[in-house]
């Protein structure tokens, strides 16, 4: 019972580590020292990672770090998660009860066919996705005017 959870939890360790790639985070290590950059990869085994266009607390720029996973003590991520709830109540008040939010998997799915992500649609054609689709460009249009 016990390894079934650790598994469970490791596995969603993971995958919110997975969630981090292409995005800016800030990592800070056991010696206090801090980078920040753009999270290219990481090693599921060790948990090093490799940030791009990195910069360190002193103002250093460097085209890649990569940062030994038994140095780490903190890992921030910079940006705003995308409001995946925001965008699929969007959606249910043009599709009522046809929208299905599966937040684990950061996708919302529409009538059954449409999936829809973080970075738009990504599968279903027609003028329903085509409806999606500018229902999740003016979603997005309003978040960045609202920053």
């Known amino acids: 019972m016990v390894s079934s959870?650790?598994?469970a939890g490791s596995s969603r360790f993971l995958r919110e580590l997975a969630a981090l790639l292409d995005k800016m985070v800030s990592v800070k290590t056991i010696h206090g020292k801090?980078?920040?950059g753009r999270l290219i990869g990481y090693d599921p085994t060790t948990l090093s990672l490799c940030l791009s266009d990195a910069k360190s607390e002193e103002g250093a720029v460097y085209a890649r770090v990569f940062i030994r996973g038994d140095v780490i003590s903190e890992i921030i991520r910079q940006e705003e998660p995308f409001d995946l709830k925001g965008l699929a109540k969007r959606l249910e008040k043009?599709?009522?009860?046809m929208v299905k939010l599966y937040e684990d998997a950061g996708v919302i799915v529409v009538m059954d066919k449409i999936r829809v992500t973080e970075e738009g649609v990504v599968e279903?054609?027609?003028?329903v996705a085509e409806r999606v689709k500018r229902v999740y460009?003016?979603?997005i249009s309003e978040k960045k005017s609202s920053e």
């Open 124 to 127: 279903g054609t027609g003028p």
């Open 94 to 97: 043009m599709f009522p009860n």
């Open 5 to 7: 959870i650790t598994s």
């Open 34 to 36: 801090a980078y920040s």
């Open 137 to 139: 460009e003016q979603f």
